[in-house]
């Protein structure tokens, strides 16, 4: 077992930036890939970006691609993702998420934290 727990979230005005962190607990966290998505009000849970175990690899949504930036330290069973030049559309309730293999679809995860706010103002 895994849990998993967000942080980070806030109001944002558009342009600016937020770093969330997924803290993990239980088994070894370096055991798994990382995944972030995020679900929108009135739409469905969409993903972001997802990093390998040693964090050598990852993968981001077109829509995110050179804003957002993926991390990870093993060492403090950690995840990162660093949010800048935020935009309102990026308002969502963000989530990660750990799995056995780096996935863009939300079924292949395992584990899940119960997300982090993040709204982005005009």
């Known amino acids: 077992q895994v849990q998993l727990a967000e942080s980070g979230g806030g109001l944002v005005q558009a342009g600016g930036s937020l770093r969330l962190s997924c803290a993990a607990s239980g088994r070894t966290f370096s055991e798994y890939v990382a995944g972030w998505f995020r679900q929108a009000p009135g739409k469905e849970r969409e993903f972001v970006s997802t990093?390998?175990?040693?964090?050598?690899?990852?993968y981001y949504a077109d829509s995110v691609k050179g804003r957002f930036t993926v991390s990870r330290d093993n060492a403090k069973n950690t995840v990162y993702l660093q949010m800048n030049s935020l935009k309102p559309e990026d308002t969502a309730v963000y989530y990660c998420a750990a799995g056995r293999t780096p996935q863009i679809i939300s079924v292949a995860y395992d584990y899940w934290g119960q997300g982090t706010r993040v709204t982005v103002s005009s």
């Open positions: 990093i390998s175990l040693n964090g050598g690899v990852t």
